[in-house]
């Protein structure tokens, strides 16, 4: 069965999507309460919107998508981790009352993006906000680290994001109205040795989502570009960055932070949003600093020291 939100925006059978694509019902076969993501009258507050959280597992994206939550709007959530995404679906139902839809998958998986939107658009069940937050990074040598995971990472980072802006943006614009967050980072600002494809898939991140803010205005659909600094999440694990003086050598700040912020953005329908003061006055400086000494700062930065 391939993964599908009834109309009410809850899962046939009132099972979840697993990442197999394949829905599960619940014992008795009909709906659970809090399943649905439709509007029940009477016993729900109105939602304000209903919004799709990419990497809403852990980290940003979790941090997001309690945000929403607690402001009124109704979720679809994803990520590879079903258990964990299972978990925060009924905390954030039995918390705020909303309605909280999980399809767990692979987003570096060609088909994912294209799941997401026929389980959604493609079911009756409209995303009047996406937000782009997946991803991750990889520290070390460009010579010595790993093709297959930085092939992944601009699957991830780079290509299911255009795909899925593509995909939820054309809707959005034929009804007139959306909002987009794409997460980017302060990374986009400056080339970055020892983590040079991330540094390059987060640029891609603001030139493309900058341009569509501009042609998308005009269609009543805004996009705004979260970039956090080094920010407290799994990430620096994954990134096998445990050792890096960016992390290390400042106080970072939670995922809960990054996420109020970005959120206040998206809302308030800003374009570029870096989180934090010193990040703001760090991404000015590097708009005016040559070009050329760049690579050779960051690398000093990043260069983890024994
Ligand atoms: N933390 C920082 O310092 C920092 C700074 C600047 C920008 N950012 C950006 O912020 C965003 C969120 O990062 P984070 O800090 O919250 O990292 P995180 O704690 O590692 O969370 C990453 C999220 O992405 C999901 N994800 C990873 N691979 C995936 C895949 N193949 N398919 C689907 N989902 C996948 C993860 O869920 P599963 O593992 O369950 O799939 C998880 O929910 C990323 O785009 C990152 O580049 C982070």
Redesign the pocket.
């Known amino acids: 069965m391939s993964a599908r939100l009834d109309s009410n925006g809850g899962e046939p059978g009132g099972g979840r999507t697993g990442a197999s694509g394949t829905a599960r019902a619940g014992p008795s076969g009909r709906d659970r309460p809090g399943d649905r993501l439709g509007d029940r009258p009477g016993d729900r507050p109105r939602p304000r919107g209903r919004a799709l959280v990419?990497?809403?597992?852990?980290?940003?994206?979790?941090?997001i998508a309690r945000e929403l939550a607690r402001r009124g709007w109704s979720l679809v959530i994803?990520?590879?981790?079903e258990e964990?995404?299972a978990s925060l679906a009924a905390e954030l139902r039995s918390e705020h009352g909303v309605q909280v839809g999980v399809i767990?998958?692979?987003?570096?998986?060609a088909g994912?993006p294209a799941r997401l939107e026929e389980a959604t658009e493609g079911s009756g069940v409209p995303i009047d906000l996406l937000v782009?937050?997946?991803?991750?990074?990889q520290y070390g040598e460009f010579l010595e680290s790993d093709l297959d995971r930085e092939l992944?990472m601009i699957?991830?980072?780079v290509t299911?994001v255009t795909e899925l802006t593509k995909r939820f943006a054309r809707p959005m614009a034929e009804r007139g109205r959306g909002r987009i967050l794409n997460?980017?980072?302060?990374?986009a600002f400056q080339p970055g040795p020892l983590m040079s494809v991330?540094y390059a898939?987060?640029a891609y991140?603001v030139s493309f989502s900058e341009a569509l803010r501009q042609e998308l205005r005009a269609h009543g659909v805004t996009v705004t570009t979260?970039?956090?600094?080094?920010?407290?999440?799994?990430?620096?694990?994954?990134?096998r960055m445990e050792e890096s003086p960016?992390?290390n050598r400042m106080s970072?700040p939670s995922?809960a932070t990054?996420a109020r912020y970005g959120v206040d953005a998206t809302l308030a329908g800003r374009g570029i949003a870096v989180q934090g003061l010193m990040n703001r006055i760090l991404a000015t400086l590097t708009r005016f600093a040559p070009r050329s000494i760049l690579p050779g700062i960051v690398r000093r930065i990043q260069e983890k020291r024994g």
Do not use: H, W
């Open positions: 990419t990497g809403a597992s852990t980290g940003i994206g979790e941090e994803t990520a590879r981790s964990r995404l767990a998958g692979d987003l570096t998986q994912m782009n937050n997946a991803g991750f990074g992944a699957q991830l980072n299911a997460v980017a980072s302060t990374a991330y898939t987060k991140v979260l970039c956090p600094g080094p920010t407290s999440s799994e990430f620096q694990s994954r990134a960016l992390f970072v995922s990054v």
